[in-house]
């Protein structure tokens, strides 16, 4: 920052800034419940009793058709007395292993019971076990249920019914382009229904298919449906966790508009909204459970909360499958890293679950430049550095102009000096008299809050692609900064940072008043310390800004002392 009369406001503004962000997440429309971003796995996954309340509510209704038979509501609701711990026990589960995803499947409606994510630690430490975004455990339960809802009564292969599958473990072989896992599911009446996970190498999304065989000799209708069951609680926010600040709580996109839901909100609680060409999500701090319908054909969705769970859901159209012949639903899912490209190539706008919030229009494009120009070094940490110099390069000419002027101010500081001592009784004539030798030596003293509100916004924008970004996750620079998403553990760069804003504020003209220049100059203390606590990256960029301005005001004061020596202003 090349303005140091500006450094309080900057520091009150931060945390102004910190203060109304966590008010709005604890009181505001966006305070969602969801748990903690990784557990530890356990050895053998078990699903928890919270979840036994999921009462025949939890299957998505069906539109306006013949009333299912009193028989199969009963039936359903038998099926769902126990908890789900012990019915997917006694249904059995596959463990299904890819190149990036170690997952459990129950056979029981072909729920998603666990996903690691085999590239992503949970932290830096040696041995440290993988991300687990989807668990039975009781703190964090989350699972993904998905099946096909029958019309008139008829049986159906929902979350609900138990399939066959011809082993108990499936492994993406080394060079395959695809894995399958089949599960089978008959009515015994003609109805067969083969549910098919496509998975495929280095990809997170995954297709669901439903390959429907109708020889009952009567017509079948069906539509199908995801839903998110993730355990939710209150989130606590802390200022000494960057973490506790990104989103966590379910998602929807209408084709249109991103729209985040709250859990314990009166209005979002009862969401429901018929969409086309969108998607639904469970979102997290860098990842994502998401779920993308079939482009062009209009799903139910909704969100309810069933005692410690939220559900969000969709259901799909009714289509006819006539006697005789097949049909075929399909689904698109993801689970895992808010990696931008794959995102990108799942569903429409899906990258918005990297949620930059309202500094998305700066954010964004920051991120790809800086996604670009790491293409070429290969370290985030060079990186920031790299970027932080384009930028500097970009508002020269801006930091430049407002440089000149602190540097004029500096030059005639002995004058102004003496204005204060002739009229330190007569403030009136005091103002009068530094306004004309402003205006005679063409300075203009508020030059350099411009630069300012310019870059207050690019920090702000770096600190959410830093927070949001999961390609910068665990990213090491060198030596002791081996995660710049987390503060430095030493605290060497805050410490750096403060050196260098005090030498730049050294090297800019004193304020007049000694109060507050006593203020300016314990301003970097202010800032070390508030910055201890953000990302090492985020510290990074503000050190390199911060060196930079210091070699350009240097050098502008160089040039404007020679001009004024050599014009005899100084005299």
């Not at 993730?230 to 926010?237: E, L, M, N």
């Not at 508002?395 to 002995?414: C, D, H, N, Q, V």
């Amino acid at each position: 920052m090349d303005n140091p009369r500006l450094f309080l406001w900057i520091g009150l503004a931060l945390l102004a800034w910190m203060n109304i962000i966590q008010w709005d997440r604890d009181y505001g429309s966006q305070q969602a419940a969801a748990p903690a971003t990784t557990a530890a796995p356990s050895a053998t996954p078990a699903a928890s009793s919270p979840a036994a309340g999921a009462a025949s509510s939890s299957l998505p209704s069906l539109p306006s058709v013949t009333a299912p038979a009193a028989g199969a509501t009963a039936a359903a609701a038998a099926v769902q007395t126990p908890a789900i711990a012990a019915v997917n026990d006694a249904a059995g589960k596959i463990h299904v292993v890819t190149d990036v995803i170690d997952m459990d499947i129950s056979l029981q409606g072909g729920d998603l019971l666990r996903a690691d994510l085999l590239r992503y630690p949970r932290d830096k430490k040696p041995g440290s076990p993988a991300v687990r975004l989807l668990s039975t455990d009781d703190a964090s339960f989350s699972i993904v249920r998905s099946g096909l809802r029958a019309a008139d009564g008829r049986a159906e292969p929902t979350h609900l019914a138990t399939y066959t599958a011809p082993a108990t473990e499936f492994r993406l072989a080394p060079g395959a382009q695809e894995l399958r896992v089949p599960l089978t599911w008959t009515d015994g009446q003609g109805v067969t229904v083969m549910k098919t996970y496509v998975f495929r190498p280095g990809q997170y999304a995954f297709d669901v298919r439903y390959d429907v065989q109708n020889a009952s000799g009567m017509e079948w209708k069906a539509a199908s449906y995801v839903q998110f069951v993730r355990h939710a609680f209150a989130q606590k926010r802390s200022m000494f966790d960057v973490e506790s600040y990104a989103f966590r709580g379910p998602a929807v996109y209408d084709g249109k508009k991103y729209q985040k839901l709250d859990v314990d909100d009166e209005d979002d609680s009862v969401f429901r909204q018929a969409i086309s060409d969108g998607w639904m999500a469970e979102m997290q701090h860098h990842f994502v459970s998401a779920a993308v319908p079939p482009d062009g054909e209009t799903y139910d969705f909704s969100l309810q909360r069933e005692q410690a769970h939220s559900l969000v859901s969709y259901r799909g159209p009714l289509k006819s499958v006539a006697a005789g012949a097949s049909a075929t639903f399909s689904e698109k899912l993801f689970i895992g890293p808010k990696l931008q490209q794959q995102l990108k190539a799942t569903g429409p706008k899906l990258e918005l679950t990297v949620d930059y919030g309202k500094l998305t229009i700066l954010a964004d494009p920051l991120f790809h430049l800086l996604e670009w120009v790491h293409k070429f070094v290969k370290n985030w940490g060079v990186t920031i550095i790299i970027v932080t110099i384009l930028l500097k390069l970009l508002f020269y000419k801006l930091t430049e102009k407002s440089g000149r002027s602190m540097a004029k101010m500096r030059a005639i500081a002995p004058r102004i000096k003496s204005i204060q001592e002739r009229y330190k009784d007569d403030r009136e004539q005091l103002a009068k008299q530094t306004m004309e030798l402003y205006k005679r030596e063409k300075i203009n003293p508020v030059a350099g809050c411009l630069p300012i509100l310019v870059q207050i916004p690019v920090f702000l924008a770096f600190y959410w692609v830093l927070l949001e970004s999961v390609e910068m996750r665990q990213a090491p620079f060198f030596g002791w900064i081996q995660d710049l998403s987390s503060k430095d553990p030493y605290f060497i760069l805050p410490i750096l940072m403060g050196f260098g804003m005090f030498a730049q504020f050294k090297l800019n003209p004193a304020p007049p008043d000694p109060m507050q220049a006593k203020m300016f100059a314990f301003m970097p203390v202010i800032m070390t310390v508030m910055m201890a606590w953000f990302p090492a990256g985020l510290v990074l960029y503000w050190l390199t800004n911060t060196l930079l301005s210091i070699a350009q005001q240097w050098q502008i004061n160089r040039v404007v002392l020679a001009e004024a020596k050599k014009s005899g202003s100084t005299a």
